[in-house]
């Protein structure tokens, strides 16, 4: 987890600083107003994270199959320390087989499984420390341990129907690109030698144009790279700026077709998140505010932690949500008939089975619209380039046609 350097104004005007760990800077200001103080500042510093065994992250795959096991050996009675070795030596993973040795080392040494996971904020995230410090808490761990399995296991599918359904559009997007660079660095600078050899003066409009464009190509490409690079690094150091990543999240939200989707995926996580987090046992301030770090859009974990704020002051869960005009109003009642019925967990649970099954309905529909669409643009470009290619060639035989004609 990130560490943050802080710096806050008491009710007396009393200025002092500190260092704490959050999901991420939005949090822990709300954490700090929560508790009556002023933020001034607030700075990401480096530290608090430890990093270990070679290159690369950890699998959500991997992490799922080593929760199903650890769960089946607790729930056998084997003991912590045993069970840690066991997971180390069988995991595929070297990244994980050392990072589960040194937390057998912890755990050892009189650390708790909780402590020793938060070390490795960038394998184990918020919400899985939270569902294993349930689970140690309160004596269930084999139970959190299968939750977060399955939390896991469907977070981890419904990513892969979102790339497996956005396969085919890249790829044919892809042999788009390549055909058209193919067509105007090696097809039409041969014709444009063509064209002088025919001593053709006046080229068309259309075959200008993509003579330059393609002189560009073939002349002066590396720019082309050194745009592509440029845009890329600026795009990125952007969204890692509170207000870049807030507007990014927003355009993510509002884009047309795809800003449904995104939405989609981020209720379903969210419901998902906060049944699992519930039915482990984490108090709902707790649930609320580990989910905020969790849905990966700032606009959407904003409202989720300006609901929590009104839940502290003594609200219902349902009131602010539906007060974000974020989450759609079948969600909203779902979730107050949960709170009503003292049910909230299995309602949460149902709410994100149904948005998993629209994500993945929009995404078939998704699919089968974008191929055509793809298919027409490839087209209209490529005949473009050609009859561009061919318009002299077409003037020069009907002057040829023309000349003939008058010899007769």
Known sequence: MPNFAYSIRDATGAVFGGTSEAENEEILRRRLTEQGFTVVEIKQVKGGTKRIGGFGGVKKTELAVMCRQFSTMIDAGVNLVRCLTVLSEQSTSPKLRAILNDIRAEVESGSTLTRALEKYPNVFDRLFVGLVNAG??????????????????????????????????????CFAIAVVIGLMTFVLPKFMVLFEDLQIKELPAPTRMLKATSNFMVHKWY???????????????????????????????????????????????????????????????????????????????????????SIREGERIAEPLARSKLFPPMVVQMISIGEESGSLDPMLAKVADFYESEVEAALESLTSAIEPVLIVLLGVVAGFIVISIFLPLISVIQNLSSGGGGGT
């Open 136 to 173: 140690e808490v309160g004596g269930a761990l084999e139970e959190s341990l299968q939750r977060l399995a399955g939390f896991l296991e469907k977070d981890v599918e419904l990513r892969r129907k979102v790339k497996s359904a956005m396969t085919y559009p890249i790829l044919v997007m």
């Open 223 to 309: 720019w082309m790279i050194v745009f592509v690079v440029g845009f890329l690094i600026a795009f990125r150091i952007f969204v890692r700026t509170r207000v870049g990543r807030r507007l990014y999240d927003r355009i993510k939200l509002k884009a047309p077709v795809l800003g449904k989707l995104n939405h989609k995926v981020a209720l379903a996580r969210f419901a998902r998140t906060l049944s699992t987090l519930l039915s482990s046992g984490v108090g709902i301030l707790q649930a609320m505010e580990t989910v905020a770090g969790t849905v990966s859009n700032d606009i959407i974990s904003d409202a989720i932690l300006a609901a929590r704020a």
